[in-house]
C-alpha cells in the first residue's frame, strides 16, 4: 500500500501469490471495517502491526511520495505499479479508504507514543518544557467530577461538578455545595457544566451556568441561567436560553457547553449535537451550533439566522459536532472553538457568523466501530479547521495564555483533553497553528483549562477528581507566582 514497497503484491496474480485473495479484498471492501481491511488487503507487506515486513513500515512516517491525507489516500487508490504498489481503488470504497488512512494515523500516532518521552509531573517535581519549567501542584482534591472553574474578582474559584453541585473554592477550602441551582440531568455526559463570571460582576453580581436541562419523558438539551450568589444560595435566577420543549433530545451524549462573554455585551455559547449528526445542518433546532445572545438573553437583531422563518434566532455558527472549548483571542477579538469529532477529527475553529463547520457532511474522523462515515473531508461552503487531530485526543477546553508567570508562553493557546490526558501548547500565527507541544500526558483526565489571575494554569481534572494548577518551577510550593 506504502508507495515505496517493493512489489509483493500486483493485481490479480499477484495478490493471489501474497496470500491476499480477490474474495479477501472483496470481503474487506464489503466489511468496511478499517482494521479488517488492513489485515485482508495490507498486512502481508506491512505487517500485523503496520511496522514493516516485505513492505515498509507504515508508522515511521518516512513518506517518499508524500506522507499527507490526500497522497496516502491516493498511494491506496490508484498505487504506484511501478513501484509494485497495485491499485485498490476498484476493491475499497472511497470512505474505505479514508478510514484507512484513519487508521494507519492511529496506529502511528501509537508507536510515536510508545517512544516519545513526555513529562508526567507529580509529587511536586519540576518538568521541562521546551520553554520553561513547571510544576503540576494541587490546589485542592475535595471536590467530585469538576466540570468547569470560574474566577471572582475576589480570588475565589467557582466549580462546577457534573452531578449538579456548585461550589466554592477559598484558598483551599471547598463549600458546601450551593443551594439552588436548578434541577439537572445527569446522564452519561450530561450534568452541571460551564461556570461564567460577567465582566461586570462587580457592579452587577451575575453568574452564568450552562447545564443539561431535563425534560419530559427522559429528555433534555442545554439550557444556560444566570444568577447572584448570596448566602450560600443561587438566587434572582433568569433563564438566558432555554430552547422549545419539543426540541429536547433523548440520550446522555453531545451538550456541550461553554460560555464566553464579549465587550460589546454579547454571550456565546455552544451545544453538542445530542447524537443526532444531522441536527448539527438544521437551523430550525439549537443542537450542533455555538449561540450568540446579549447577557440577558435577548437576542441580537444581527444574528446570521434571526430574520429566517423557523429558525432559531440565537444560532451563531452551525455544522458543530460537540463544542467543548469556547474563547475570545484577546488581541484580535476572534472566537475559536474547540470540539470533538468522532474516531479521529478533533477540531479547533475560528467561529464567523453564519457560517457552516461540515459536521457531518465532512469530517476527518470515522464511525467509532472503525467503520467509514464517509470521504469527504472538505466541501464547498463549509469551513475548514484551523487544526485538526486524527488519532482524536478528546479535546476539551482552551485558553489563550498571557499571564506573567510563563512569559515565552503569552499568546499560545493551551488546549485540554480527556481521553489522551494531555495539555497541549499550540503557538498561533493569526488564524495558523505554526508548532504544537504537549507539556504533560496521563495524570488525569483534563475537562478545563483557565488561565488565572494570577498567571497561573488551572485545571479541572479528573482521575484523580481534583482542581490543579500548573506553577513555574521556581514558585514557592502553593503560593505566589515568584518576582520577575
Not at 488487503?41 to 515486513?53: E, R
Not at 486524527?390 to 495564555?401: G, K, N, R, W
Not at 481521553?419 to 508548532?435: F, H, M, N, P, S
Amino acid at each position: 500500500m506504502r508507495v515505496n514497497s517493493p512489489a509483493t503484491i500486483a493485481l490479480t496474480v499477484v495478490a493471489a501469490a501474497a496470500g491476499v485473495s480477490i474474495i479477501a479484498l472483496q470481503r474487506a471492501g464489503s466489511a468496511r471495517e478499517a482494521s479488517r481491511v488492513y489485515a485482508d488487503a495490507c498486512a502481508s507487506c506491512h505487517g500485523p502491526k503496520l511496522q514493516g515486513g516485505q513492505g515498509v513500515s507504515l508508522v515511521d512516517d518516512e513518506w517518499k511520495h508524500g506522507g499527507d491525507d490526500g497522497s496516502i489516500a491516493k498511494s491506496i487508490r490508484d498505487g504506484q505499479p511501478a513501484m509494485g504498489m497495485p491499485p485498490f481503488g476498484g476493491s475499497l470504497s472511497a470512505p474505505d479508504i479514508r478510514a484507512l488512512v484513519i487508521y494507519i494515523r492511529e496506529e502511528g500516532a501509537r508507536f510515536k507514543r510508545s517512544r516519545t518521552k513526555v513529562a508526567k509531573p507529580s509529587g511536586g517535581v519540576a518538568a521541562q518544557s521546551e520553554l520553561h519549567a513547571f510544576r503540576l501542584e494541587n490546589v485542592t482534591t475535595r471536590v467530585e467530577a469538576p466540570w468547569a472553574i470560574a474566577f471572582l474578582p475576589d480570588g475565589r474559584i467557582l466549580v462546577t461538578e457534573k452531578e449538579g453541585q456548585l461550589r466554592v473554592l477559598n484558598h483551599g477550602a471547598v463549600s458546601a455545595p450551593i443551594r439552588g441551582v436548578p434541577p439537572v440531568y445527569t446522564d452519561g455526559q450530561a450534568g452541571l457544566m460551564d461556570v461564567a463570571v460577567h465582566p461586570d460582576y462587580a457592579q452587577n453580581g451575575w453568574i452564568y451556568l450552562s447545564f443539561s436541562d431535563p425534560g419530559e419523558n427522559g429528555t433534555a438539551m442545554t439550557a444556560v441561567v444566570r444568577g447572584h450568589l448570596k448566602d450560600g444560595a443561587f438566587v434572582d435566577q433568569q433563564p438566558i436560553f432555554k430552547a422549545n420543549p419539543l426540541h429536547y433530545r433523548h440520550g446522555g451524549i453531545h451538550f456541550g457547553s461553554r460560555l464566553v462573554f464579549a465587550p460589546d455585551g454579547h454571550l456565546f455559547f455552544s451545544i453538542g449535537e445530542r447524537g443526532q449528526k444531522d441536527d448539527a445542518q438544521d437551523v430550525t433546532r439549537p443542537n450542533g451550533k455555538v449561540h450568540r445572545v446579549w447577557d440577558d438573553g435577548r437576542v441580537p437583531d444581527d444574528n446570521p439566522f434571526a430574520s429566517k422563518p423557523r429558525a432559531v434566532r440565537s444560532i451563531f455558527s452551525y455544522g458543530n459536532r460537540n463544542p467543548q472549548g469556547l474563547v475570545r483571542h484577546p488581541l484580535s477579538g476572534d472566537l475559536w472553538e474547540a470540539e470533538h469529532g468522532p474516531r479521529g477529527g478533533d477540531e479547533v475553529n475560528v467561529i464567523r457568523p453564519g457560517r457552516n463547520y461540515g459536521w457531518p457532511v465532512i469530517t476527518y474522523g470515522m464511525n467509532y466501530d472503525g467503520t467509514p462515515m464517509t470521504d469527504l473531508t472538505a466541501k464547498e461552503g463549509m469551513e475548514q479547521p484551523v487544526v485538526y487531530w486524527t488519532p482524536s485526543i478528546a479535546v476539551s477546553s482552551m485558553d489563550f495564555y498571557m499571564g506573567d508567570a510563563f512569559p515565552k508562553w503569552k499568546g499560545n493557546l493551551l488546549v485540554g483533553s480527556l481521553a489522551a490526558q494531555e495539555l497541549r501548547r499550540l503557538e498561533i500565527d493569526g488564524a495558523t497553528v505554526k508548532k504544537q507541544e504537549v507539556l504533560f500526558k496521563d495524570v488525569g483526565r483534563i475537562r478545563d483549562v483557565v488561565v488565572g489571575p494570577d498567571g497561573f494554569i488551572y485545571l479541572a481534572m479528573h482521575g484523580p477528581d481534583r482542581i490543579a494548577r500548573l506553577v513555574p518551577a521556581d514558585a514557592p510550593a502553593n503560593g505566589a507566582a515568584p518576582s520577575r
